[in-house]
């Protein structure tokens, strides 16, 4: 009987985790995309960092070319079907759509996934290798920004090899977006557009360990960094070896690998962070089961760092925000297991090196929160070895970038995505990896061109 209760919970807890916003019907989806006004010099276009021709692939929609809409968005972004799903479209394309000002925008974002879906579904062949080049490519990282590098690059014929640390390609999308936003195998599937281009991925492969720097910049005639970002820092304070805290990426990881653990069923859990990992954190905790989870951030909500659709997301799915509180101690009993997290009030002070106000304890505000498990979220840690491996200049993990051709201080050798954002530069957003990923393949293009010209 046990072993069939345990069943039925790991069945009721996979459940939770199936992707949360459904699809357009083919009704739904000719009815608004008839909606659509085609507009001349569109502002979604121009909102869209990847620019795809919205208008263009709505009215092939609504026209009933389907593999033209998906032909359209993929030209323009290899990874449109993780997006659709993803892109914070009511701040980038649906914001700028002039509905805004009369009704309500065109739900681009669910147009553009009924698109992408019909081309899943049907494994429509949508793009074939260049002619071949003799330049060899090798791509550090299998995130969206080096998927997006590698299908550029192979579409204009080069050869090209992904280096992938962990055991399936995919990065972001494959391990740290949770699975209810973004399914594994759409991410699978936008993997599998790039080797069916010829592009090949070793993965379990780790750079510097499985294969040298120094091998890799001689074999190839070009690299690029795409490594993302690493594991969460710690928090810095008593209490976290004890059982029951969970670094963030790690926890969303393995809920992406079908590992979901029903240790959290009936406990109370605190997130500590404010960002879009500490909301995926949170509303993970409640689906596998935790009876209450506070977000707990140092400064206030205008602050935090979320996108406004995960925030009021988190407060549908019963997350509760502590704001202007931070943690001092997460307490255990004596057999190792947290029980509480001792926190301080805070209030905002003057503005810091960043432009923030910087927040400053408040004497004799401290305070303990009863919670079972924490889950740490305070951003991600960089892969500063592997950069300084390279020979590269960076700041503080954020790799320095020529802004034209995004080239580093090793002219060899060129980066994207969140390798080099930070540091008041950009916006981390997969659309905006996948864009710098284009960027890349067309500037290492560009490079070659003029070198074999110029010979």
């Not at 951030?297 to 602050?303: A, I, L």
Request: hydrophobic share 40%; proline share 3%.
């Amino acid at each position: 009987m046990a072993m069939i209760h345990d069943k039925m919970i790991a069945e009721k807890l996979k459940r939770n985790f199936e992707e949360l916003e459904p699809a357009l019907t083919s009704y739904e989806a000719m009815e608004e995309a008839n909606r659509c006004l085609y507009c001349y010099d569109a502002a979604c276009i121009k909102a869209c960092p990847t620019s795809i021709d919205i208008p263009k692939f709505i009215k092939k929609i609504a026209s009933g070319n389907l593999k033209g809409s998906a032909l359209t968005i993929l030209q323009a972004n290899p990874l449109g079907a993780s997006c659709a799903r993803v892109c914070p479209t009511e701040e980038l394309c649906e914001g700028a759509c002039v509905l805004n000002h009369q009704s309500k925008p065109i739900d681009i974002g669910r147009l553009q996934r009924y698109a992408t879906d019909w081309a899943m579904a049907s494994s429509a062949s949508l793009f074939k290798k260049g002619a071949p080049q003799q330049k060899q490519i090798a791509i550090v990282g299998t995130g969206p920004a080096g998927l997006a590098a590698a299908r550029e690059l192979a579409c204009l014929g080069y050869q090209v090899t992904m280096y992938e640390a962990e055991e399936q390609a995919g990065g972001l999308g494959r391990y740290g977006i949770v699975a209810f936003r973004l399914p594994n195998d759409v991410v699978e599937w936008e993997v599998e557009q790039i080797t069916n281009l010829g592009v090949k991925i070793r993965t379990n492969t780790v750079v510097g360990q499985h294969i040298s720097v120094e091998e890799m910049l001689s074999r190839y005639d070009a690299v690029v960094l795409a490594v993302g970002m690493g594991a969460v820092p710690n928090l810095g304070i008593k209490g976290e070896d004890l059982t029951g805290v969970y670094d963030a990426i790690s926890f969303i990881k393995d809920t992406k690998l079908d590992n979901l653990t029903s240790d959290l069923i009936g406990k109370r859990v605190a997130v500590i962070g404010a960002g879009n990992t500490a909301i995926d954190g949170a509303t993970s905790a409640i689906r596998l089961g935790a009876s209450n989870v506070k977000i707990l951030y140092r400064r206030t909500e205008e602050e935090m760092t979320a996108y406004e659709f995960e925030y009021e997301f988190a407060k549908q799915e019963g997350v509760q925000f502590e704001w202007l509180t931070a943690p001092v101690k997460i307490i255990g009993n004596d057999d190792g297991q947290v029980v509480g997290i001792e926190c301080v009030k805070m209030m905002l002070g003057e503005p810091g090196a960043d432009g923030r106000q910087k927040p400053i304890p408040i004497e004799g505000s401290e305070h303990v929160i009863a919670v079972d498990a924490v889950i740490k979220a305070i951003g991600q840690s960089r892969y500063t070895q592997l950069i300084e491996a390279f020979d590269l200049k960076h700041e503080w993990g954020v790799v320095t970038v020529n802004e034209e051709t995004l080239q580093t201080s090793n002219p060899k050798v060129f980066a994207c995505g969140d390798v080099i954002f930070g540091n008041g530069q950009g916006e981390a957003m997969v659309v905006t990896a996948v864009q710098q990923g284009k960027d890349v393949a067309l500037n290492i293009h560009n490079v070659f061109q003029a070198t074999s010209q110029s010979v």
